[in-house]
């Protein structure tokens, strides 16, 4: 249970980081999400505010069961069960978001493995030419009889 604690206290920093350098790309389509967009956009805004929403939930429902977190930051709740039925459904709603928001992007992430996973491997495993320092020269033998 700790692990899974931490583990989502530091998933809340890698969301906000990813957040933080997609901002532009947020303020962009939110701006035009009722004006001409095209479809795919509009589709990804709408998946993504969904799974922000339902990963916000997940993280605060967590935070107020939580048994590890908040008890070594000498913060002690009594908080009713009811939040854990709340953690499990919008835990169980970001995993299903999850999986749209990979499966929307998912020539992304074919393209970006196969760049920086699989190339570097690859190239790890090929026969490299040796540098050619000395080449053979045709040598003439003369024959004195």
Do not use: C
């Amino acid at each position: 249970v700790t692990v899974h604690e931490w583990l989502g206290v530091s998933l809340a920093g890698a969301v906000i980081t990813h957040l933080l350098f997609h901002w532009d790309w947020i303020i962009k389509i939110g701006k035009q999400f009722f004006k001409k967009l095209w479809h795919q956009s509009r589709l990804n805004f709408a998946v993504n505010t969904l799974f922000f929403i339902a990963m916000t939930g997940t993280l605060f429902s967590g935070l107020l069961i939580s048994q590890s977190v908040l008890s070594t930051l000498g913060i002690h709740l009594d908080v009713s069960r009811g939040w854990r039925s709340i953690h499990a459904l919008v835990s169980n709603t970001s995993v299903i978001l999850l999986g749209m928001h990979v499966a929307l992007h998912w020539k992304w992430v074919l393209a970006n493995t196969s760049r920086y996973v699989l190339n570097p491997i690859r190239g790890l495993f090929q026969r490299r030419a040796l540098p050619q320092v000395l080449t053979a020269q045709p040598v003439r033998v003369e024959n004195n009889k």
